[in-house]
């Protein structure tokens, strides 16, 4: 694919792949040191006929196709991006310096745990730290995302109920649940029971009960997000916790909201026997593009035999390994987890400290609270109630009144300079927009996303096909969205 160039202006960045030509070379190796050997005779069959097809590019070329190509992703360093569920908030750059430190980023994951006192320390002091924020008395950082932390948890909690000789499967799940709690329910073997909220859209207890007592003895869990992912707080707990444990069952947390709780309220002591943390949202680390994350579980005593192998262990101020654990449900993940990204989590812990993170809570709070005064005789929220740390508006109305379709405003906000905040979701609430500011975000920043969803909803009624054809200002316009997700191609091939 040639690059097309209009009026000195690139339309298509052509793949690494197709630049350069062959013999370039953007490195200089050293001379051979060591004898030549013949790989055929070595390897046999093994040694490749064809060349690999590797881009043989220079420096400069190699260095400003992927800086280019950085500059046309919307990015937190370059904007607001409001996108709820999500947490996409700014990762302080004083985490880099310390995940950048050499003695953690040149450490090789097999080093033994003689070697290795000092990563490992961090490992148990990050632990100890998440332990106490959630009010849990352990926690494994294997799990590489939130999702995985989910089916973790999970595994833990069927592999508890098998250690008492039962074998549940039921997992009950409000419908305003994020759609990896089926999901990771589903992985573990587990049947999904839905449950629909109360009409204030948090759980009502009397609602559950009725639902625990058709289920009986099946109860494995019941598993509740800790605000919802309409932004509210559960604040029916601890009767759904007595509930739920008089049954024998188990109370899961999604802990991916923990940003608005963090220093208020722990998961432990609201009754949760397990919860996730997506380190990535509430503790700054970096998000999105495919990883690498980190899923946390914080857990009870009860919960502690089950959970995932190694375990680092501390005596005196020596580290190890502790393998022999034979109930654990084994490894999740390969080595420790993403180690970098808990170098970053520990530094934002110990740089905030603990009056800092409660003041971080605060800040997603309020700046929640005052995007959604500012909006919402605009678009009306879905629940009229305060909010936590995003709120859900809704643009039904003006969907009737103009045509003005969710993804319209959405692509739209992207010619005004904000990233579109989720939509669709939660699914409960017809056309959704999902906010979250985010603790980060300056009182400016969030008034001008305000003044520009209320240009949009102005630009809706007076001019449609002004929203009806956005984005107008991207290097591309709208995508086959349905297409991309369906068919797509993630991997260059000569073949068109
Ligand atoms: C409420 C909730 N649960 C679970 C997840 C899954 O987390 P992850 O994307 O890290 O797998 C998310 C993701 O944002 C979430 O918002």
Not at 217 to 239: H, K, Q, R, Y
Not at 253 to 281: C, I, S, T
Request: hydrophobic letters at 40%; proline letters at 7%.
């Amino acid at each position: 694919m040639a690059m097309e160039a209009v009026h000195g202006l690139q339309f298509e960045e052509a793949p690494i792949f197709e630049r350069g030509s062959v013999g370039r070379c953007g490195a200089s190796l050293s001379v051979l040191d060591v004898p030549e050997v013949d790989l055929g005779g070595e390897y046999g069959e093994l040694v490749r006929k064809v060349p690999a097809g590797l881009p043989e590019v220079s420096e400069p070329e190699v260095f400003r196709h992927f800086v280019r190509l950085s500059q046309h992703n919307f990015s937190v360093d370059t904007q607001f991006y409001p996108l709820g569920s999500c947490t996409m908030k700014h990762n302080p750059k004083v985490n880099e310096w310390a995940a950048r430190l050499v003695g953690f980023s040149g450490l090789h994951p097999a080093t033994p745990a003689d070697f290795a006192q000092g990563a490992l320390s961090l490992i148990w002091h990050l632990e100890r730290a998440l332990a106490e924020i959630c009010g849990m008395d352990d926690v494994s950082l294997q799990p590489a995302a939130g999702a995985q932390g989910e089916v973790t948890g999970l595994m833990m909690i069927r592999a508890y109920h098998q250690a008492k000789g039962r074998a549940p499967r039921t997992v009950l799940v409000p419908d305003t649940a994020h759609g990896t709690n089926p999901a990771s329910c589903a992985l573990n073997g587990l049947q999904v029971k839905p449950f629909p909220s109360g009409d204030d859209g948090i759980i009502d207890p009397a609602k559950l009960s009725g639902v625990v007592d058709q289920v009986g003895d099946d109860l494995a869990a019941v598993m509740i997000t800790n605000p919802n992912t309409l932004g509210l707080f559960e604040s029916a707990l601890p009767t759904i916790d007595n509930m739920v444990h008089e049954r024998g069952g188990m109370l899961y947390g999604d802990g991916a909201n923990l940003n608005a709780l963090m220093g208020r309220a722990r998961p432990g002591d609201l009754g949760f026997d397990v919860v996730q943390l997506n380190l990535h949202k509430t503790f700054s680390t970096p998000h999105g593009g495919g990883g690498p994350g980190a899923g946390p579980i914080a857990f009870k005593a009860s919960l502690i035999p089950f959970q995932p192998r190694p375990v680092v262990c501390r005596k005196d101020d020596r580290f190890r390994l502790e393998v022999d654990r034979p109930h654990s449900i084994g490894r999740v993940r390969s080595y420790f987890g993403n180690f970098g990204v808990m170098v970053r989590a520990y530094t934002y812990i110990r740089e905030l400290g603990a009056e800092g993170l409660k003041q971080a809570t605060d800040m997603a709070v309020l700046n929640a609270n005052y995007l959604a005064a500012l909006l919402k005789d605009t678009f009306p929220l879905a629940q009229e109630k305060t909010s936590m740390h995003e709120a859900v508006f809704s643009d039904r109305v003006l969907e009737a009144e103009t045509g003005i379709k969710t993804l319209d405003i959405a692509k739209r906000l992207i010619d005004y300079g904000f990233h579109p905040p989720t939509v669709y979701f939660p699914l409960v609430v017809k056309g959704a927009m999902m906010i979250e500011p985010t603790e980060t975000e300056s009182k400016e920043t969030i008034e001008a996303f305000v003044s520009a969803m209320k240009s949009i909803e102005r630009e809706a009624r007076e001019s449609p096909e002004l929203v009806r054809e956005a984005p107008h200002l991207t290097r591309l316009d709208r995508l086959d969205e349905a297409r991309a997700a369906r068919k797509p191609r993630l991997r260059w091939s000569q073949e068109p």
